[in-house]
């Protein structure tokens, strides 16, 4: 299984835009990935209601991971978004 630890770089966490931001990305990448709290359970990182229920807050670390072929790239794609605080993913990662 592919796992990747960041922390949150939105200062207001994965509420609102930045968790609208981060689901579009999770779907996007075409393979399941599921989002944690460091130390909670694992829920499916492309749907908006579960990624609001973690309330992750700003500086926590999250744990992003899956077993699908490729997750490794799509992992380092989503962690740079989330600990940057991007709006979007550069089309260059």
Same mark, same amino acid.
């Given at each position: 299984? #592919?796992?990747?630890?960041?922390? %949150?770089?939105?200062?207001?966490? &994965?509420?609102?835009?930045?968790?609208?931001?981060?689901?579009?990305?999770? !779907?996007?990448?075409?393979?399941?990935? !599921? %989002?944690?709290?460091?130390?909670? !359970?694992?829920?499916?990182?492309?749907?908006? &209601? #579960?990624?609001?229920? &973690?309330? #992750?807050?700003?500086?926590?670390? %999250?744990?992003?991971?899956?077993?699908?072929?490729?997750?490794?790239?799509? &992992?380092?794609?989503?962690?740079?978004?989330?600990?940057?605080?991007?709006?979007?993913?550069?089309?260059?990662?």
């Amino acid at each position: 299984m #592919a796992e990747r630890r960041v922390n %949150i770089g939105w200062a207001e966490g &994965l509420h609102a835009r930045p968790a609208s931001v981060f689901v579009r990305a999770a !779907t996007a990448s075409g393979i399941p990935v !599921t %989002i944690a709290k460091a130390d909670g !359970t694992p829920v499916n990182a492309a749907s908006m &209601l #579960a990624v609001l229920g &973690l309330g #992750a807050k700003g500086g926590e670390e %999250i744990v992003l991971a899956s077993e699908a072929e490729g997750a490794d790239a799509a &992992l380092d794609r989503l962690a740079r978004l989330v600990a940057e605080g991007l709006e979007e993913l550069p089309e260059t990662v």
